[in-house]
């Protein structure tokens, strides 16, 4: 058993309650905002490395104890973000040992599962996948692993990175995009201008928003060349659309196209008081490149997850949130469709 103590989630951040308050509540009656406090902030990732065995991992709302808990200054800016939470501080020897006792539990039957040894780095890849409340979404059921729409650009990104693709025959280029990305494409470089390449598609949901976010990340992410896809169309995302995409006798084709390329598609429905700090949340999220914004209105955001399980975690880290804001995500993805109740437990419902 671990030792718990009183902590608070704020913007994306856990920290320690200072020792002078007696609770979170007393912090935000006490205090005249915005105010500055040093705190303790608690990490998912220590960053301790070593080559044969993790450490320094874990899953909120488990930290560790035995690591030096950084000091940093922190400005409250608004005491309405601030959300009480009871975390449970371990030892690395506690971890280990109950999350041994998860992984016999919860990993069976899961074929990326290898039986543990005796040794700790027998445990190596569960820390990050696998919470001491029994909640993975990296399960794997199927011999052929999941596709997964942003893995795969960074795998394309870093062969254009080794060879410019403004050097590349435009069939070569086309080709790799529809092997790694499933997006079809026709297309000829500009004859003026070889770094760009034409391309045209039919006018296509999946195609048309993983397109854009295929140009945006390379804009932002491969800097190593002035490679860009050109391309000449109108595409705006509805509410209208999303509820016909998302209609019951549609749901088969989504599967499909999610398996396809890689990707899902999340309806995150929340309190409308909450809707400023759950975009605002959401937002930082997509700085990441890994989810893409396609539609909101208050109290409704609809997601492209371009890293479906890798996304559904970032949400999980977000549950004091979430949880206040009544929040429940229902993910059309590879498996079919799943709903949440958001939450650190994410029952399904």
């Known amino acids: 058993m671990g030792e718990f103590r009183e902590a608070f989630y704020y ?8 020792d002078k308050f007696e609770s979170v509540s007393d912090l935000v009656s006490s205090t005249f905002f915005p105010s500055t406090f040093k705190l303790k902030i608690l990490l998912e990732d220590n960053g301790i490395r070593s080559l044969f065995s993790q450490k320094g991992i874990c899953i909120a709302p488990c930290f560790y104890k035995d690591y030096k808990l ?3 200054e922190l400005t409250v800016e608004d005491a309405a973000d601030i959300y009480p939470v009871r975390v449970e501080l371990l030892s690395q020897s506690e971890y280990n040992a109950r999350l041994r006792e998860v992984i016999g539990n919860v990993c069976p039957g899961c074929t ?12 190596k890849g569960h820390y990050e996948e ?18 997964v729409f942003y893995y795969n650009m960074i795998r394309l990104f870093e062969s254009w990175h080794k060879q410019d693709p403004s050097t590349v025959p435009a069939d ?4 790799s995009m529809k092997i790694a990305l499933g997006l079809e494409f026709k297309g000829e470089k500009d004859p003026a201008d070889a770094s760009k390449l034409n391309i045209t598609f039919e ?36 509410k209208d659309l999303i509820e016909s995409i998302l209609k019951e006798e549609n749901l088969p084709n989504v599967k499909e196209r999610c398996i396809k390329h890689g990707v ?7 309190d409308t008081a909450k809707s400023r700090q759950v975009e605002n949340s959401i937002l930082n999220l997509e700085r990441y490149l890994c989810v893409r914004n396609l539609y909101q209105e208050p109290g409704k955001t609809v997601l492209m997850l371009l890293d479906e399980r890798g996304v559904l975690k970032a949400l999980n880290y977000r549950s004091p949130l979430f949880e206040n804001a009544n929040a429940i995500v ?15 437990d994410m029952k399904k419902i």
């Open 70 to 72: 950084h000091e940093v």
């Open 11 to 18: 913007r994306d951040g856990y920290y320690l309650l200072p």
């Open 203 to 238: 006018p296509d949901f999946f195609i048309g928003v993983l397109t854009d976010h295929l140009e945006n990340c390379l804009e932002k992410m491969l800097r190593s060349t002035n490679f860009r896809l050109v391309y000449d169309h109108e595409f705006t995302v509805s």
């Open 172 to 175: 070569i280029i086309l080709k």
């Open 264 to 270: 899902a598609i999340a309806v995150l429905d929340y």
């Open 112 to 123: 990326r599962y290898t039986p543990l040894t005796k040794r700790d780095s027998s445990l």
């Open 130 to 147: 696998v919470s001491l409340n029994s909640v993975c979404f990296y399960r794997q059921e199927t011999k052929e692993p999941p596709q």
């Open 330 to 344: 229902t993910v059309y993805g590879q498996t079919g469709v799943n709903k949440y109740k958001m939450s650190y």
